[in-house]
Structure formats: C-alpha cells, structure tokens
C-alpha cells in the first residue's frame, strides 16, 4: 500500500543554518504530496504542496520539488529560524484523494 | 484559519467506558476525517466522511466508529475504551477529493485512558 517515509529526527540546527528534512513515498497512481507543520499544542498546518511531477511547492523560505523519478519530496530551506522549530510531517494522498498517508514526523530544535 | 473545532480538549476516563469526540466545522466542506497521532507512528487515519451519513473505515478503524448526521458535525465513538486508544485525535476537513486538495486541522483532543 501507498506509505512515507520521512528521516527521523530529532534534528537541532543553528539559526541561519540550512536545512533538508527528507521524504520518500511508495504509492500506486499519481499521489499528491504535502508538507505540514506542528508547532506545540496545536494541529497540523499545511507548508506547501505539489499536485504532480516536477511540481515545486514553497512556502515561508520553505521549498519541496516532487520527484517522480526518485519517489521524493525532500522539504529545504536556506537558513533557518528559531521561529521554525516544530515538527515537520510529510504526507501524501493517495489517487483518490480520500485516503491520506503521513510519515512520522522530524523534530526540528533551532538554536540561536 | 479554517473553523474547526474538537470538544473535549482533553479527557481522562476508565478502560471498558464508552467515549465520543465531537469535531465541528464551519466551513461547509464535504469531506472529514478523524486521525489519532502517536509517537513514533505519525497521524494515521481512523475514519473519513465524504458526505452526510456517507463514512468509511481508514487504516486502524478497529475498536471506532463514526456517524455524520450533519455537515458541520463528525462525531467519534470508542464503544469501550481500552489503554490502547490513549493517544491525541484530530480532526480535519477538505473542500474536495483528489487533486491535491487540502486538509485543515483543529486542535487535538486528548484523550488519556486509564
């Protein structure tokens, strides 16, 4: 069945350090694939998105590229702020669109 | 922010009791789900509504179940909680399926189980 999988965490980071959290996804058809955030006590929040392949979602100095040919969607971002720290879920839904599939979540710590 | 709402916020209650989450929306959208999160193993999908008394079973329904008399209101039901369901349920909704559409969350409703 359709899955991701996201590097675990947690991951701590200088402030204006650059940042990759990686994604990759087995999935049948043409998933659409997402990043959302967590910050503490609160529900998820969408970051960005990509719908097909070659698609770049990007958000707050946040970027994602969606790779076919890699089954990826590695989440980026150039330099970092202690305001960042949270924990990044990547996800993805499936061809129907009714079945969503998250990875387990990277804990990012921003130091200043 | 989208208008989702869960009640409670938290609860604590015994093994073999029966429980209800409520989630409540404002934004009119045909589509809501029910997601428990726990460490280790991200959100998983319990339950999805694609319309008024239309549900159907997510990847660990097991032990759930769900009824949608109205739009705006998606309700979750533990028969007989066992320590096993203690874990944080969210709800969200989305305006359509397929496409890439997205789900907008609420807050959380802990739920300890003892």
């Known amino acids: 069945g359709d899955s991701v999988t996201q590097m675990e965490g947690p991951v701590t980071l200088s402030e204006e350090a650059f940042l990759t959290i990686n994604c990759t996804y087995t999935?049948?058809?043409?998933?659409?694939l997402f990043w959302y955030v967590q910050y503490p006590g609160e529900g998820l929040q969408l970051l960005l998105k990509?719908?097909?392949?070659?698609d770049k979602g990007s958000n707050k100095g946040f970027e994602a590229t969606y790779r076919k040919e890699t089954t990826s969607f590695h989440l980026e971002k150039g330099s970092v702020q202690v305001s960042d720290s949270a924990v990044y879920f990547c996800?993805?839904?499936?061809?129907?669109?009714?079945?969503?599939?998250f990875g387990t979540g990277t804990s990012l710590t921003v130091i200043p | 922010d989208a208008g989702i709402t869960q009640s409670p916020r938290h609860k604590v209650t015994e093994t073999g009791t029966p429980v209800t989450l409520r989630c409540h929306q404002t934004?009119?959208?045909?589509?809501m789900y029910w997601y428990r999160q726990d460490p280790g193993h991200g959100l998983r999908l319990i339950h999805y509504?694609?319309?008024?008394?239309?549900?159907d079973k997510g990847e660990v329904s097991d032990g759930y179940s769900v009824s949608r008399s109205k739009t705006e209101d998606f309700l979750l039901t533990l028969e007989s909680a066992t320590s096993s369901q203690t874990s944080v349920y969210f709800c969200?909704?989305?305006?359509?399926?397929?496409?890439?559409?997205?789900?907008?969350f609420g807050p959380g409703t802990r739920l300890t189980v003892l």
């Open positions: 934004e009119n959208h045909r589509y």
């Open positions: 996800a993805l839904s499936d061809s129907t669109g009714n079945q969503f599939y």
């Open positions: 990509a719908t097909k392949a070659d």
């Open positions: 509504s694609y319309g008024v008394k239309d549900t």
């Open positions: 999935a049948t058809g043409y998933p659409s």
């Open positions: 969200a909704i989305s305006r359509l399926a397929g496409e890439g559409d997205t789900q907008y």
